[in-house]
């Protein structure tokens, strides 16, 4: 692992180098890594650098709320753009190229609002980690010509934590969160209905406490990722939770027994 005072001396020259001429546009999501970047750019260029937001039905509002509180916190100058993904035909359809359609819908908004801010620049929060799990949207965005610092500085998810961490950030040891639609299986059709039963959901569980906690929907069927830890006092909550989630929906509610993992809708039979 890097030194922290050598992630940041490296992250300053880069985002000085990234300001030169014009502002820059931040990927904002309010996860540690876009967290993180947003409050050291602030630190390290001030008002040369923007925050956007794109709210949209693949984030919780309550990831939405999170964020802004987070923005306020630090301070930084945050745009908040209304964002429905769910307008574009190749999203909703749901292929296995979904993620990379997804990010070049956004690149080329959040070009859009770079350009109407006279931003030169647009970056990410994406890292070194990202590119161990199946990511087509990074190349996606690395096409678009968006940058990533941290990658760029080879700055991991563990060295971002502890740099936020060393910060005093709030979402130092915040959880990894997906969009939504990660957690609907290829070729099921996205609808605004569907994402709001499992943001529901998904919700309900972290209110009681779950957390991490997924909510994957396979037709009429909920599959709840917890950690191993967490799976005896979810047994308990059995009634409360299968009652909650027939108010949102979804008939059949079961306990994945390998617990939460990040990308489990990617993995194949001979994954074990």
């Given at each position: 692992m890097q030194s922290s005072d050598a992630c940041l001396d490296r992250l300053y020259q880069i985002l000085h180098g990234y300001e030169k001429d014009k502002k820059v546009l931040i990927a904002y999501s309010g996860g540690v890594d876009s967290g993180l970047l947003c409050d050291i750019a602030w630190e390290c260029i001030g008002k040369k650098m923007?925050?956007?937001?794109?709210?949209?039905?693949?984030?919780?509002?309550?990831?939405?709320?999170?964020?802004?509180?987070?923005?306020r916190e630090r301070a930084f100058p945050l745009l908040v753009r209304e964002y429905d993904i769910l307008s574009f035909p190749d999203i909703t359809e749901n292929t296995k190229k979904r993620c990379a359609f997804c990010k070049q819908h956004m690149a080329d908004l959040l070009w859009q609002v770079a350009h109407e801010h006279g931003c030169s620049n647009v970056i990410d929060g994406v890292c070194v980690s990202d590119t161990a799990e199946y990511r087509p949207g990074i190349e996606v965005s690395t096409k678009a010509g968006i940058k990533h610092p941290f990658l760029e500085c080879d700055i991991t998810k563990s060295e971002i934590r502890n740099l936020a961490q060393r910060r005093g950030l709030s979402l130092w040891d915040k959880s990894s969160s997906a969009c939504l639609a990660s957690r609907i299986p290829y070729g099921t059709p996205l609808t605004k209905d569907l994402l709001q039963s499992v943001e529901r959901a998904e919700c309900y569980l972290h209110e009681c406490g779950f957390s991490p906690a997924r909510v994957r929907i396979h037709g009429d069927i909920a599959r709840i990722e917890v950690t191993p830890e967490q799976f005896q006092r979810l047994i308990e909550m059995r009634k409360?939770?299968?009652?909650?989630?027939?108010d949102c929906g979804i008939l059949h509610v079961t306990l994945d027994m390998l617990g939460y993992r990040s990308g489990s809708m990617d993995e194949t039979i001979e994954e074990k």
């Open positions: 923007i925050a956007l937001l794109l709210a949209g039905p693949f984030i919780s509002q309550h990831e939405v709320d999170q964020a802004i509180s987070f923005a409360e939770i299968v009652s909650f989630f027939r």
